[in-house]
């Protein structure tokens, strides 16, 4: 684990030894390996317009930002650019039917997610999953793996009017909980997560085991990475050297 230093900012605060309230929590990638998800909806949805199938390696390199930028990605790959703007609404339609179907069919539990959520909630830290993937399907997908009891919050990318990297879910998810940001850590796995959290004011941790776009995992910029969300947890806590750095 590296947690670069940050400015101290309410140090002691109820919640955690870190000073920190809440936590910010991404989903794809983050508690839930899904690619095999998309990959399996994007097929259903590339057969159904006659073109070539898509690999998991191709779908990692796209997911993080909503659905939209997801199937535009794909399109883009296949057709030309007037070819894209004419299927797009079609092939959203069709790819979130298939998605429907599957989602949490082919995915996998990261390791010490439940067991993190457990450690955030004991010491008092207020938790909200904010992702891209829309509402109705993460909230599907927490309550399959009986995560959905732990967060006050859970918002998609259909939630609010703009999506990570913007921080206006993240500064959402805050008002929600009645917290401010900067008693807020932003944990993810990609860029986007971090963007979000930086710019909204959060401290932000990122898991190594995610998408980012296919890009290696140093290139974020953010805080420190955690092996797993359960030691983002001890870090939180203030069992980790470091935790001290974690507020702002």
Do not use: W
């Not at 998605?99 to 439940?114: D, M, Q």
């Not at 004011?201 to 797993?228: C, E, F, R, W």
Request: glycine residues 10%.
């Amino acid at each position: 684990m590296s947690a670069a230093p940050m400015e101290t900012g309410r140090a002691g605060a109820p919640g955690s030894a870190a000073g920190l309230k809440a936590a910010v929590i991404d989903l794809d990638g983050t508690m839930v390996d899904t690619a095999d998800d998309f990959t399996a909806s994007l097929n259903g949805m590339l057969a159904e317009l006659g073109t070539r199938p898509i690999t998991r390696d191709e779908v990692v390199g796209y997911v993080g930002k909503g659905s939209e930028h997801l199937v535009r990605a794909v399109l883009s790959a296949r057709f030309s650019a007037e070819e894209c703007e004419a299927l797009f609404g079609e092939a959203l339609e069709r790819y979130q039917a298939h998605y429907a179907n599957v989602n949490g069919r082919h995915t996998r539990l990261y390791p010490e997610v439940e067991p993190g959520l457990a450690a955030l909630a004991t010491a008092g830290v207020k938790l909200a999953c904010v992702t891209n993937k829309p509402h109705r399907f993460a909230v599907a997908l927490l309550e399959q793996y009986g995560l959905a009891h732990y967060f006050a919050v859970i918002l998609g990318g259909d939630s609010v009017a703009r999506k990570k990297p913007d921080p206006q879910p993240m500064l959402a998810a805050c008002d929600a909980m009645d917290v401010a940001p900067g008693e807020t850590v932003a944990i993810g796995d990609s860029e986007n997560d971090a963007l979000a959290g930086r710019a909204a004011g959060m401290a932000t941790l990122t898991v190594p085991y995610g998408y980012n776009h296919g890009k290696a995992i140093q290139t974020i910029n953010s805080d420190g990475i955690v092996a797993t969300l359960l030691e983002a947890a001890r870090l939180i806590a203030g069992g980790t050297p470091g935790a001290q750095h974690l507020n702002r």
